[in-house]
């Protein structure tokens, strides 16, 4: 067998995969400069996350903290309330850490957030 019929094969294989790996890092360069949204269902006048470990929380009623559940990582919060109502969030010693005005949605750390506040 000849080194061309050997050869033509492979830089055609080559061109194809580095074709295929430009067009890839394109689409890639321009995902990257637009954030993903975080996903997560919460029905107007709620305000709601969920942490790396699936926990969750959805909660409206206001004038009332919330402790929260084991929510371990990052993950969305949700703030689906009535326009420029504010959810607080605090840690374990009941500090403010954050705060959130309608409507917001984003992702946050979870795991030093114990207690919400949703309105």
Do not use: H
Not at 34 to 51: E, I, M, N, R, W
Not at 87 to 94: G, T, W
Request: proline letters at 7%; aromatic letters at 10%; glycine letters at 8%.
């Amino acid at each position: 067998m000849s080194l061309r019929k050997l050869v033509m094969p492979l830089l055609a294989a080559a061109t194809l995969v580095g074709g295929s790996m430009i067009g890839a890092s394109g689409s890639s360069a321009a995902e990257r400069t637009v954030p993903p949204k975080p996903q997560l269902d919460c029905p107007y006048y709620s305000v709601c996350g969920q942490a790396a470990n699936g926990s969750s929380f959805r909660y409206t009623t206001c004038n009332f903290e919330f402790q929260l559940p084991n929510l371990v990582g990052s993950g969305p919060l949700v703030n689906n309330q009535t326009a420029g109502t504010v959810a607080r969030f605090y840690d374990k010693n009941r500090r403010l850490l954050f705060t959130s005005t309608a409507y917001d949605s984003r992702t946050v750390n979870w795991t030093p957030v114990w207690y919400v506040r949703a309105c």
